[in-house]
């Protein structure tokens, strides 16, 4: 597959209150959120670059911060305290990988 889909944390630091609810709505309709700044979204390279075009209309670059990491396609997550997702969760059609603890 030349252009494969693949797991991306997008993780966010926006200063200003208003910048930062448009980003987290604009997240939120395209992506698992995992914590506050912090969301699960499955993505190909065409698609990434999308993503970050919208983000930096969203965005002050002076004063924000944006990233976005590729993860392995079977991330070996691991988390303390409450579970990031139910047992079963599907993302863009693909079931979740299970926790470990």
Do not use: T
């Not at 630091?13 to 699960?40: E, W």
């Not at 979204?41 to 004063?63: F, T």
């Not at 599907?90 to 979740?96: A, K, P, R, S």
Request: charged share 30%.
């Amino acid at each position: 597959m030349a252009n494969p889909v693949r797991p991306h944390l997008v993780c966010y630091d926006i200063r200003c209150p208003k910048r930062l609810a448009r980003v987290h709505r604009f997240l939120k309709k395209r992506a698992v959120p995992l914590q506050y700044s912090v969301f699960l979204v499955r993505l190909n390279r065409e698609q990434r670059g999308w993503l970050l075009q919208q983000l930096e209309r969203l965005i002050d670059a002076r004063a924000d911060d944006v990233r976005v990491y590729p993860l392995p396609q079977k991330p070996d997550w691991c988390a303390l305290g409450k579970p990031l997702w139910e047992e079963g969760m599907l993302l863009d059609g693909v079931e979740l990988p299970p926790v470990q603890r």
